[in-house]
């Protein structure tokens, strides 16, 4: 049987930049129409495609047939441009790379967004898609204390686009923390995932869940199983 196939390749999009694309592609014969997006830390602080963690979690999606997308934000690696202070343009940056995705495989049905630390602020910001289109987010160690400083204070934007995401009764929502996060404390984020499920107006489909002994980074063994396990789950 033909294994998934990974290819590295520079994509243009009608943002203006080309960003460094790793894409690995299921077994043709099993004609996935599942899709995965997985976005990395804040650049600023050395941010990348190739976090351990995103790695771990790409391997669980592709063992699950998804097309797996790992991509170097703008300014990144290869990736042209500059990155911004807001996450405003990584944000558009992440819809055009979906639509382009979308429109070059119409038979994608189940697009998954996955952000990790910063980069769940910017997977917050990407919409639900048609009605022919099942959408999850799934949301990594969100640095709910930080946000501010990681966004120039544009913590309504994020707070909003969150809202709107909880909102909606198509969509589907998976938070996933540790208790022992060095940047966000387990009593604020414990405090925040029952406000979250407190939403005025909550419609869709929210799971959270805290994963004992887990930092930010997910640097044990144990914590990276808990979290395989949490997403395997999840998504089945």
């Given amino acids: 049987m033909v294994m998934s196939v990974q290819t590295e390749e520079s994509m243009p999009l009608s943002t203006g930049v080309t960003l460094q694309v790793a894409i690995c592609s299921p077994n043709p014969t ?9 976005l990395h830390p804040w650049s600023w602080l050395g941010g ?15 063992n699950k ?3 797996v997308i790992r991509y170097n934000s703008r300014g990144v690696g290869k990736s042209s441009g500059w990155p911004s202070l807001t996450g405003k343009a990584e944000g558009e940056d992440l819809k055009a790379v979906v639509q382009k995705f979308l429109a070059e495989k119409p038979e994608i049905d189940n697009v998954t967004i996955i952000g990790y630390s910063h980069g769940s602020l910017i997977a917050s910001l990407h919409p639900i898609l048609n009605s022919n289109v099942k959408t999850s987010h799934i949301l990594l160690s ?3 204390s930080p946000r501010g400083l990681l966004t120039m204070f544009h913590t309504d ?3 909003s686009a969150l809202h709107d995401l909880m909102c909606n009764p198509e969509s589907r ?9 060095e940047f966000t404390s387990k009593s604020k984020y414990d405090d925040w995932a029952d406000a979250c499920r407190r ?3 909550l419609k869709a489909k929210l799971d959270v869940v805290r994963v004992t002994d887990a930092n930010h980074f997910w640097q044990s063994h144990d914590a990276r199983s808990a979290l395989e396990q949490a997403v395997d789950s999840w998504l089945s």
Avoid at 30 to 38: D, E, G, I, P, Q
């Fill in 30 to 38: 099993l004609n996935s129409t599942k899709l995965a997006v997985l």
């Fill in 48 to 62: 990348n495609m190739n976090d351990p963690s995103l790695k771990v979690l790409a391997r669980l999606l592709q």
């Fill in 65 to 67: 047939n998804y097309h």
């Fill in 142 to 144: 969100y640095p709910l």
């Fill in 157 to 159: 934007t994020y707070a």
């Fill in 173 to 181: 929502l998976l938070i996933i923390y540790g208790d022992k996060d």
């Fill in 199 to 201: 939403t005025d107006g």
